[in-house]
C-alpha cells in the first residue's frame, strides 16, 4: 500500500500563487508517476499536470505557462507551483502516485478569488 499526503492549498486572489506538496510513503517504488488533478462539482477529476521519476513532464493546456511541477525521488514527493491564478483554477487538487495501481490523496481545496 502507498499512503499519499497533499498538504499547501487555500484561499488567494487571482493573479497571486500558490505552492502545494505530495508526499508519498509505504510501498514506494524507484519507478512511478506522480502527479496532480482536480476536480469541480457536477465535473470529472482531469489532469493538471504529472511527472515521471525521470523527470518527463506532462501539463494541460489551461495551466501551461502558469504551473510548474517538480518532485524530490529521494523524499517521494511532489510539488506543482502555480502562478498567475485565475478564478477558473479553483478546485479541490488530488495528488495522484502510480506504479502498477493508482493511489490517490483526500485533496486540497484551492480557491482563486476575483
Known amino acids: 500500500q502507498v499512503q499519499v499526503v497533499e498538504s499547501g492549498g487555500g484561499l488567494v486572489q487571482a493573479g497571486g500563487s500558490l505552492r502545494l506538496s505530495c508526499a508519498a510513503s509505504?510501498?514506494?517504488?524507484?519507478?512511478?508517476?506522480m502527479g496532480w488533478y482536480r476536480q469541480t462539482p457536477g465535473n470529472q477529476r482531469e489532469l493538471v499536470a504529472r511527472?515521471?521519476?525521470?523527470?518527463?513532464?506532462t501539463y494541460a493546456d489551461s495551466v501551461k505557462g502558469r504551473f510548474t511541477i517538480s518532485r524530490d525521488n529521494a523524499k517521494n514527493t511532489v510539488y506543482l507551483q502555480m502562478n498567475s491564478l485565475k478564478p477558473e483554477d479553483t478546485a479541490i487538487y488530488y495528488c495522484n502516485y502510480y506504479r502498477l495501481y493508482n493511489y490517490w490523496g483526500q485533496g486540497t481545496q484551492v480557491t482563486v478569488s476575483s
Open positions: 509505504g510501498s514506494t517504488d524507484s519507478i512511478s508517476t
Open positions: 511527472i515521471t521519476s525521470d523527470g518527463t513532464t
